[in-house]
């Protein structure tokens, strides 16, 4: 949900129906000038790096998952590997604040990473 910031895993219930709430995870998505794409996908590739380097931005972050194309599920951002996640990332989830990605704690994104398979249905509204 862009609207609450919050990214929700459901499981099936007793009838197959993916209703069953399992997570809530407090998100980061794109900024208004750098939306987080709005639709239905099937994450096709899913689980990429354990550790994600974006050049163009000289940042890392942990459990990329990815949503479609370069848009990604991930962690929280890092200066390089060997340190602490930026306090700015940290501080921003629960609001838009990254170039399209969705971000989560680190926590989240490692239990997004472990727990989705690909061709997971991922639903962005």
């Known amino acids: 949900s862009i609207a609450k910031q919050r990214v929700y895993a459901y499981a099936p219930d007793k009838n197959g129906e993916y209703t069953k709430l399992v997570r809530t995870m407090k998100c980061s998505t794109g900024r208004d000038s750098t939306p987080t794409p709005k639709g239905t996908y099937q994450a096709s590739t899913g689980t990429g790096a354990r550790w994600h380097y974006f050049k163009k931005f000289d940042v890392w972050a942990q459990y990329a998952y990815y949503i479609q194309g370069d848009y990604m599920i991930h962690s929280v951002l890092y200066p390089s590997k060997n340190g602490r996640a930026t306090s700015g990332s940290v ?8 170039h399209g990605c969705v971000r989560l704690s680190v926590e989240d994104a490692k239990w997004v990473y472990n727990n989705c398979p690909n061709k997971t249905k991922i639903i962005v509204y």
């Open 91 to 98: 501080g921003a989830l629960g609001r838009k604040a990254s």
